[in-house]
């Protein structure tokens, strides 16, 4: 049933992402092995987004996910994040008394890699909208080393995923995800010291995320750059000339235009009009319930998923009562049409 549910759910999400990004792209996705154990380690910006992208474009295998502990509250939503294949990470925040639990977790994380499953998982153990690789937590690498000292001939493969949003909280916004070249977990393991592998481990990891998305140098004021830059009108899903920039600002930077124009502007208040009810449920009660920016998008977007049709097929009902049923699928149709254009297009 588990399986039947996240197949069902998967082209849903997939469909609601590519309606709701103006872009996203997955550029190397074919790094990910399919014949090989494998734990996908993204920069984590953007909360709950970040997982579920990957959940829903995923090829080569349907990844797992290790979740933060206290959303499991049992019940309904338990099996529904079970049906997710997320597992429960315990944190020293969850209660000291929680973490043993974590042994059984990353034992369980090593049968599954021994079988050939994919983990992912957020080496910086936090998100932040911020364009800087954050210092790596030892969490991976005790879950990666743990799978080799069980299964020694496993195969693990480390996957860097460097995550790009264009705005981040905003929308319409746009994304790209690029995956690095797959690095053998056994070459950083000795088996002498666990800090001297792990520090090995999470070095190559972190080199490799500070190249596939935008990374400011430590030895930079963060925001003082992000101000220069940020008058380039820089392309953020294209983070390599970005970084050459950091190093040298004489780098040509690639702009992504900006559409200020009075039409834009115009068109931005007829796709509030036409979408009025939803506009305001979201600013009047969602939108101020949002109590972190990383969460923006994620609220955005689960709003938008369930409302939208809900509003869509209000509208068909209520046209085709009053005015005919012609009407009442082409006003829903075209209601359609004209939010996937001012998305793509805006």
């Given at each position: 049933m588990k399986?039947?549910?996240?197949?069902c759910l998967k082209p849903l999400i997939r469909f609601?992402?590519?309606?709701?990004?103006?872009?996203?792209?997955?550029?190397d996705m074919d790094r990910v092995p399919r014949d090989k154990p494998a734990m996908l380690l993204p920069n984590h910006q953007n909360a709950l987004l970040d997982p579920l992208i990957v959940a829903a474009l995923a090829k080569a295998r349907r990844p797992y996910f290790l979740t933060r502990s206290d959303v499991?509250?049992?019940?309904?939503?338990?099996n529904i994040l079970e049906s997710l294949r997320m597992i429960p990470i315990y944190r020293i925040r969850d209660g000291r008394d929680t973490l043993h639990r974590n042994e059984e977790i990353f034992d369980r994380c090593a049968d599954l890699?021994?079988?050939g499953e994919h983990l992912l998982l957020f080496p910086e153990a936090n998100?932040?909208?911020?364009r800087r690789v954050r210092t790596l937590s030892k969490g991976f690498t005790r879950i990666a080393i743990n799978a080799l000292e069980k299964y020694p001939e496993t195969d693990l493969q480390l996957i860097p995923v460097g995550i790009n949003f264009q705005r981040g909280a905003d929308f319409p916004d746009r994304v790209t995800y690029r995956f690095g070249h797959p690095l053998p977990a056994a070459a950083y393991v000795k088996?002498?010291?666990?800090?001297?592998?792990?520090?090995a481990m999470k070095a190559a990891v972190s080199a490799s995320l500070k190249v596939l998305t935008t990374h400011v140098p430590e030895d930079q004021d963060y925001e003082q750059t992000m101000e220069r830059l940020g008058g380039l009108q820089p392309d953020f899903s294209n983070p390599d000339p970005i970084n050459a920039w950091f190093e040298n600002p004489d780098t040509a930077v690639p702009k992504l235009p900006l559409k200020k124009g009075l039409l834009w502007k115009l068109w931005d208040v007829i796709f509030k009009v036409v979408n009025l009810p939803l506009v305001a449920i979201w600013k009047v009660w969602v939108k101020p319930k949002v109590w972190e920016p990383?969460?923006?998008s994620t609220f955005r977007f689960g709003f938008a998923l369930i409302t939208?049709?809900?509003y869509l097929i209000l509208l068909g009902v209520l046209f085709g009562i009053f005015t005919g049923w012609i009407t009442g699928i082409a006003v829903p149709a075209g209601v359609f049409l004209h939010n996937i254009l001012y998305i793509k297009l805006r």
């Open positions: 399986e039947l549910f996240y197949g609601g992402f590519y309606c709701y990004y103006q872009r996203l792209r997955m550029v499991f509250t049992g019940g309904f939503l338990q890699l021994n079988q998100h932040n909208l911020g088996g002498v010291d666990f800090n001297e592998d792990s520090k990383e969460f923006m939208a049709p809900i």
